[in-house]
């Protein structure tokens, strides 16, 4: 859900990528947020 939500957003932004850089995008934002928001409310930012 989190990865096609990613692309539908990135969709959106103007075609200035070729498709391989498209999906190297895509992939480096879904990392993004795997990594950085943990779920039940965790996050890196969070002060916890």
Known sequence: MVRITVEEILDQL?????????????DLVFQ?????YRGQGQSLYSEN
């Open 32 to 36: 993004h947020f795997y990594e950085a």
């Open 14 to 26: 103007p075609r200035t990528y070729t498709t391989e850089l498209y999906v190297k995008k895509c």
